[in-house]
């Protein structure tokens, strides 16, 4: 667990159960059949008018990425099971902010400049998303893919990103090795924190079983 976190007060008893989701679900691909347990953690926001998208379609879509024909029937059989863990989270844009610039289209950012020059804050809802993957039979670039597909659909923005490592600047992270898993535990908990969550009839977050 990320006890440097949760000492500082950034991760609050409500959302504990987030930071506990976290660590289950890397002991479970850690400790799990497959070959090489691997997480990349992906944020994205989906367009104005898709706003209500299923998280089950997209998870779904990257799921059938990860399927192979099987001779005898002819039908997709998974290669490996995505595990995943997802987070709801909103930010206020300034024009400042990467998002304004790589997300946004002409007229939302007329939009935002205005109400900016306002001093009103604008809610950017967005997502957080925790994938496992068997890196021996599948790859981060095959998510990205998807994700390409869908803003080429016009339902996911533009600018999508992939987290990176700040020193090596890879996207996956080996969760067999022990600095590995430590340094998942302290990325991933950056979902739990407390100041990006709103709440509202929906669920805030959710994770593969």
Avoid at 22 to 49: K, N, Y
Avoid at 165 to 171: D, H, P, Y
């Amino acid at each position: 667990m990320d006890e440097g976190r949760m000492r500082k007060g950034k991760v609050s008893s409500f959302y504990l159960p987030i930071l506990e989701g976290i660590h289950r679900l890397g002991v479970s691909a850690r400790d799990g059949r497959m070959v090489q347990p691997e997480a990349i953690m992906l944020s994205f926001a989906f367009t104005e008018g898709f706003e209500d998208f299923p998280i089950s379609t997209v998870m779904d879509r990257i799921r059938d990425t990860f399927r192979k024909v099987r001779k005898s029937s002819r039908k997709k059989a998974s290669t490996f099971k995505v595990k995943y863990l997802w987070v709801k989270e909103t930010k206020y844009l300034t024009p400042s902010d990467p998002e304004y610039e790589g997300s946004l289209s002409k007229d939302e950012k007329l939009r935002y400049l205005s109400a900016a020059s306002d001093d009103c804050p604008v809610p950017y809802p967005h997502y957080h998303m925790i994938l496992i993957l068997d890196g021996h039979k599948g790859t981060w670039s095959a998510v990205r893919l998807v994700m390409q597909r869908l803003v080429e659909q016009g339902v996911v923005r533009p600018g999508f990103h992939f987290s990176e490592n700040n020193v090596t600047g890879g996207r996956t992270i080996d969760l067999r090795a022990e600095d590995g898993f430590q340094d998942y535990m302290y990325r991933a908990s950056y979902l739990a924190k407390t100041d990006t969550k709103e709440f509202d009839n929906k669920r805030l977050w959710s994770m593969s079983q």
